[in-house]
């Protein structure tokens, strides 16, 4: 390969995979193209791209992209999945496909670093919270507490307006009301 079609490949590369921090590898090795763009299009719906890339073209590209942890998985015929809202949500609608594609082998991936290694790294991962999910139920443990102080202190304040409520209703009416001793 000439060096102009090598820095071609690097630019293109470079820009498909520019800001990609967090991404799973899988390997397609005797996967059939038909399976393959189903996968493509399953993934797509999810704003998930699958990149196919040359290993040693990938190491020159994501050198300090912080996908350094998957270098030594780069073997034979890999393609980089990212995108999506996350690398969780990544993980678990490849382990979804994993069914249907019995053909693909999940390498690992990252996650802020992290590598999850192999089918079952990346099943674990696929268990944890997205980043919405995790601010969700934060916000519930910090709220919760709040909201039983809330109900607490409302609760008495409730019970005398019911009663007042009463009392003026009967009033109203003109019944008389009892005294209580």
């Known amino acids: 390969m000439s060096k102009a079609v090598k820095e071609m490949l690097?630019?293109?590369?470079?820009?498909?995979l520019t800001g990609v921090s967090n991404a799973a590898l899988?390997?397609?090795r005797g996967f059939k193209a038909i399976d393959t763009t189903k996968l493509r299009a399953t993934l797509r719906k999810k704003q998930v791209k699958v990149t196919v890339v040359r290993n040693a073209l990938a190491q020159k590209v994501l050198a300090g992209s912080g996908l350094d942890p998957?270098?030594?998985m780069l073997t034979g015929s890999n393609a980089f999945v990212h995108g999506g809202s996350s690398v969780v949500e990544?993980?678990?609608?490849?382990?979804?496909a994993l069914a249907d594609f019995p053909g693909v082998e999940i390498?690992?991936?990252v996650l802020d670093g992290t590598l999850f290694s192999g089918e079952k790294g990346v099943k674990e991962l696929s268990k944890y919270p997205t980043r919405e999910e995790a601010?969700?139920?934060?916000?519930?443990?910090?709220?919760?507490?709040?909201?039983?102080?809330?109900?607490?202190?409302k609760g008495p304040g409730a019970n005398i307006a019911g009663l007042v409520k009463a009392i003026e209703t009967k009033l109203e009416k003109g019944e008389a009301i009892a005294?209580?001793?």
Do not use: D, N
Not at 10 to 15: D, L, M, P
Not at 90 to 96: F, G, M, Q, S, V
């Open 10 to 16: 690097i630019r293109e590369t470079g820009a498909r």
């Open 107 to 109: 390498k690992g991936a």
């Open 70 to 72: 998957l270098f030594p």
């Open 179 to 181: 005294k209580q001793a």
């Open 90 to 96: 990544i993980a678990r609608e490849l382990t979804k």
């Open 26 to 28: 899988i390997s397609i």
């Open 135 to 153: 601010l969700g139920q934060t916000v519930t443990l910090i709220l919760g507490p709040a909201r039983k102080l809330a109900a607490q202190i």
